[in-house]
C-alpha cells in the first residue's frame, strides 16, 4: 500500500466524528460506507494473504488517542471464539468470506447466539462497544479486511481477557 493510499485512509477516519465521542449508530454506518468506498481503490498487493488456520494483523493507522485501523488476513479453517472489543468496531470486507456471529447474555451470563452476518467483499458489519462476536471464516479463499476499532488494539486488555466459551 502506497503513502497515498494510507493518506487517504487517515482522511477516512479523520473525517469521521470518532474521536471526540461515542460514535452513533449512524455515524458508524457513514465510516463503513466510506472504508468501503476506500478499499475498492486500495492496491493491497503488497500484503500477505494469511495461510490455512493463520491470521495476519497489518497495522495501518494506529493512535494514541483515536481510532485503530488494520488489514486482517484470516486463512481459510480460521476462526475465532465468542469474544469481545470493549471498545466500538466497523469490519469492512475486501476479499474471502466470513462469518460473524454475534450473542446476547442470558439472565446468568451465559451466551445465546442472536445474529449470523456473513462479511464478503464490500460487506460491512458495525459492531457496539458491549458486542460479542465469533467469526468462522467461510470457502476456500483467505480473508481480507480492514478493521477500525475505537482504541488501538495494543490499548485493550488481552485477547485471552476478553474471550468466552463457546455455547
Not at 479463499?141 to 468466552?164: C, D, K
Request: net charge negative.
Amino acid at each position: 500500500m502506497n503513502a497515498q493510499a494510507l493518506k487517504a485512509l487517515r482522511s477516512v477516519l479523520s473525517g469521521q466524528a470518532l474521536q471526540t465521542h461515542a460514535p452513533a449508530a449512524s455515524e458508524l454506518g457513514e465510516l463503513a460506507s466510506a472504508l468501503t468506498q476506500w478499499s475498492l481503490g486500495a492496491d493491497l498487493t503488497a500484503f500477505r494473504r494469511a495461510a490455512p488456520q493463520e491470521e495476519l494483523l497489518y497495522p495501518l493507522h494506529v493512535s494514541s488517542t483515536g481510532p485503530g485501523a488494520y488489514l486482517v488476513s484470516d486463512g481459510t479453517q480460521s476462526k475465532s471464539p465468542p469474544h469481545e472489543h470493549q471498545t466500538w468496531a466497523v469490519i469492512v470486507g475486501i476479499a474471502g468470506r466470513e462469518l460473524n456471529r454475534t450473542y446476547k447474555r442470558g439472565t446468568n451470563g451465559e451466551l445465546h447466539a442472536w445474529f449470523e452476518q456473513v462479511v464478503g467483499p464490500a460487506d460491512s458489519l458495525v459492531l457496539e462497544a458491549t458486542a460479542i462476536h465469533s467469526t468462522v471464516v467461510l470457502g476456500s479463499e483467505p480473508t481480507f479486511h480492514i478493521h477500525v476499532y475505537g482504541q488501538a488494539l495494543n490499548r485493550l486488555p488481552p485477547f485471552s481477557a476478553r474471550t468466552f466459551e463457546a455455547q
